[in-house]
């Protein structure tokens, strides 16, 4: 995003002009001034109620840089934007992510493990722009929250406004998988991921996790089953969205890398462990290895004038001078 001037020319003779007015009106020779007071000798001077030299000068202001911008809006300046279109179209991402409150455990080196999977699943987004990416979310539930999409400003908001507790306090893995391959089934796209980042076991729900994984299968999706977090006693710290009340405390985590395991040999797909914050950088790296490369994209040029805009705020600071002398200088325009 920029700013660019078709005539670049006026811009520039307009900044000479209202400086070669400027220093016109500061450095002039002085004219001679005789006050006359009005009144009785020896009475009150006269003092005007509002400050006019002050408001003279303001108002002289004002008609300084409404004539600089009337000569920025001659030069033409438009608001330039470039955006990509993809030619090929990419694969379809579905990320189902555990919003259970025990992923807002600390144990990724004194981060959460929610707070760190969104971080990497942001970036795996930017690295990979020509695919289509969707959000599903799990907890006592699970609901698609976001459809698979390329734009990567709507992706980001969506994501960062997903909140632990979201869907209740439970842990729907199957249904979650379900709801991904459901979505998948009649996708035409050359390849589709299906990525399930969780902490915990199945507790929620009325799918199980295996059927869950046999449909991703069934519906042609490469499924990543990414185990985050470690086993015993480890501190949380969430906001309830319901309540808004904090929550801290520790709890028992039950973390069961085999039953993660067995989730992702059901779906034939691969399971990585995540206990630390290197490891589950290393498996979205691993996974950004696979799948298929940015195709062909066209980038093309996006302008809006601002000329009408600046045309605008000169001609309100014109009047506004106008405004100023007329109420309060007898109309002296």
């Keep these: 995003m920029n700013v660019s001037f078709e005539h670049p020319q006026f811009a520039f003779i307009g900044v000479l002009i209202v400086v070669g007015l400027y220093v016109y009106f500061r450095f002039r020779k002085k004219s001679f001034v005789l006050d006359l007071p ?31 911008l009337l000569f920025v809006a001659l030069a033409g300046p438009v608001f330039v934007q470039h955006k990509t279109l993809w030619l090929d179209r990419g694969a379809d991402v579905f990320f189902v992510i555990d919003c259970s409150p ?3 455990a600390l144990d990724m080196q004194g981060q959460s493990r929610f707070a760190v999977a969104k971080r990497l699943v942001t970036r795996f987004a930017q690295l990979r ?19 698979p999409t390329v734009d990567r400003t709507v992706f980001s908001e969506r994501l960062a406004a997903l909140s632990i507790a979201e869907l209740g306090d439970g842990t729907a893995i199957g249904t979650g998988l379900a709801i991904a391959a459901l979505h998948l ?6 390849k589709k991921l299906v990525i399930l980042l969780t902490d915990g076991e199945n507790n929620a729900g009325a799918v199980h996790p295996l059927t869950g994984a046999i449909l991703a299968r069934e519906a042609g999706a490469e ?36 039953a993660l395991r067995s989730i992702a040999q059901a779906g034939g ?35 809006q004038s601002l000329a009408g805009s600046l045309l605008l705020v000169a001609l309100l600071c014109i009047a506004l001078a ?8 007898g109309a002296l325009l």
Excluded: C, H
């Excluded at 722009?129 to 539930?141: F, H, Q």
């Excluded at 979205?284 to 040029?301: E, H, K, L, V, W």
């Design 129 to 147: 722009p020509s695919d289509a990416i969707a959000l599903v979310a799990i907890g006592a539930d699970g609901a698609l929250i976001l459809p």
């Design 102 to 104: 025990s992923m807002s």
């Design 322 to 329: 106008r405004s100023i002398r007329w109420l309060f200088m």
């Design 223 to 258: 499924l990543w089953v990414i185990g985050i977090g470690t086993s015993g006693e480890v501190p949380l710290d969430y906001v309830d969205p319901l309540t808004g009340q904090r929550k801290t405390g520790t709890f028992e985590s039950r973390y069961d890398p085999e």
């Design 185 to 190: 089934r009649n996708s035409r796209a050359q």
């Design 269 to 303: 797909g691969t399971f990585l462990v995540a206990d630390s914050t290197g490891a589950l950088e290393d498996a979205f790296n691993r996974m950004n290895s696979t799948g298929i490369a940015p195709g062909r994209s066209r980038t093309y040029r996006v302008s």
């Design 38 to 68: 009005l009144g009785p000798p020896g009475g009150a001077v006269f003092r005007s109620p509002v400050p006019v030299q002050l408001l003279f000068r303001f108002t002289r202001l004002l008609e300084g840089f409404a004539l600089l």
